[in-house]
């Protein structure tokens, strides 16, 4: 017998859930009315390349304009391979977080396993994590997120989307 073949997150997640920029938006405006609560915060950073969306309108509502990034290779398409940090938080935005993150604000699209949120937790133990969406097994890393999917749900965003035709259902369509 032959080995089964290796299935991808997204294969093994499943149930399509796709966000439209609109519903993206309404979603980090919800995460940034939470958010004000928390604040103020020195900076922002963004777990790119998904945080980079979520950082802007966040750090726009927030009036924040010291923004940095945390540049994490993780997922290959729908694989997650070996974490890559291919740059790592700037220097003056460490001191602006006393080294610890305190009053830092970092924020990334979603969660999923965790893992990429574990390792920048460690880089900015008292920073505040903020995701748009989270999956129950990275959820307990994040301090603010606004929808919480299954973990077999793969979220679809806008930027990795285009509009398509889509057949009728009685033609076949699944
Ligand atoms: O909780 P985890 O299982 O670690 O997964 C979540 C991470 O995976 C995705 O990023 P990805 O590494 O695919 O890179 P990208 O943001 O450049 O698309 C997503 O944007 C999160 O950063
Ligand atoms: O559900 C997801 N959608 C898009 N990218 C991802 N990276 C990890 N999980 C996901
Ligand atoms: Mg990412």
């Known amino acids: ?34 958010l004000n609560e928390v604040g103020p915060f020195h900076a922002v950073i963004a777990i790119t390349r998904g945080g980079l969306v979520p950082a802007a309108i966040v750090a726009r509502e927030l009036g924040v304009r010291v923004i940095d990034t945390v540049c994490i290779a993780s997922y290959d ?25 305190r009053g830092l604000l970092i924020v990334d699209d979603l969660v999923d396993t965790g893992k990429t949120g574990k390792l920048v937790r460690e880089m900015l133990p008292e920073a505040h994590f903020a995701t748009v969406y989270a999956k129950p ?12 999917v299954s973990q077999d749900t ?6 990795d989307t285009a509009l398509s035709y889509h057949p009728p259902l009685r033609d076949g369509a699944a």
């Open 137 to 148: 097994m990275g959820r307990p890393l994040v301090d603010t997120f606004i929808t919480e």
């Open 154 to 159: 793969w979220i679809f965003f806008p930027w």
């Open 1 to 34: 017998m032959g080995e089964a073949p290796e299935l991808s997150a997204q294969e093994r997640a499943g149930r399509p859930f796709p966000v439209s920029w609109d519903q993206f938006h309404r979603d980090c405006r919800a995460l940034t009315w939470r």
């Open 77 to 101: 398409h729908t694989k997650q391979g070996e974490l890559k940090v291919l740059k790592g938080i700037s220097d003056e935005v460490m001191k602006l977080g006393g080294g610890t993150g």
